[in-house]
């Protein structure tokens, strides 16, 4: 088992090609879940879907999140906060490029990195 | 006395809906051009749950109203007005008087601060809700004094700079425009308003 990763963008097709990618580097050996769009489909992010997409990418190693702007961020920690608490405890969101951050993250989980290595992977992208 | 809820819940819903196209311009001259839209779409589905959620106690309804914001609107709003109206139905008895609205809308000043990472003078619905919050904490609040302040405070977002959100991306170029959610929420206090007048 390695740390799940969840990709949340505005975009369904960015977060379907944030996926790609991710997929391209660690195969399927790294629980990932992602989603975009509002509820219409349209730009924006949905907590439903956010909460589907963490349900997909569960592991009890953890989950890492990453969004690309604002309501991203918003809504997913409401989806974190609906969770119980002992699965929110396992969940962060990476103050990280959505696209970037996911490769990275995603690679930092398949080599086994704990929940807080595979952040501070992802969040190393931002230091720069 | 308490205004009927379901009127409350229609004015409301119809003001947003009929809003649609200012906030959604608004939000389009700082933001990302949804906020009309995602709110058209919570308060439609909010309207869909009309008669579950007006067969709740006030609190219950409000919370439902609240988690149906959050799960339809598929914006930053959908968690920030959630979280405004679970606040308000956690807070709020079944006949609230102002000091308990006061009371309870300055707790969701805190907790949509805290939601938002956002405070005071950022150029957010903050600056509408937390002055309406310590206004009603005063003595004597009339109608006419809340409308009045909604509209002033909307209006003092105007020039401020935006320092949240997808605004705070144009920094000086936020100023000269009011905040969307500033104005959603001026629409909001103006439909409560207008609901206890009797003019709805």
Known sequence: ????????????DVAKGAADMVRQMVGNEVPLGFCGGNPDGGLGTSVEKILAAIDQAWSEDGVAILVDLGGAETNSEMAIEMLPEDKQAKIVICNAPVVEGAVMAATEAWGGGSLHDVK????????? | MAPPLDLLLDTLAARIIAAADELTALDSAIGDADHGLNMKRGF?????????????PLGEALKTIGMTLVMKVGG?????????????????????????????LGLAVEALKARGKADFDN????????????????SDASLASVRALAAERAKATVPMKAIKGRASFLGDRSIGHMDPGARSSQIMIEAVCDVLEGKA
């Open chain 1, 1 to 12: 088992m390695t740390v799940g990763i969840v990709i949340v963008s505005h975009s369904p």
């Open chain 2, 44 to 56: 439609e589905a909010v309207q869909a749950e009309r008669a579950a959620i007006l067969a709740k």
């Open chain 2, 123 to 138: 150029k957010t619905m903050l600056d509408v809700l937390g002055p309406l919050a310590q206004h009603l904490a005063g």
């Open chain 1, 120 to 128: 501070r992977t992802a969040e190393e992208l931002s230091a720069q």
């Open chain 2, 76 to 104: 930053a709003s959908g968690p920030l007005y959630g979280t405004l109206f679970m606040t308000l139905g956690k807070e709020l008895p079944a006949e609230p008087s102002v000091a308990d609205l006061a009371r309870a």
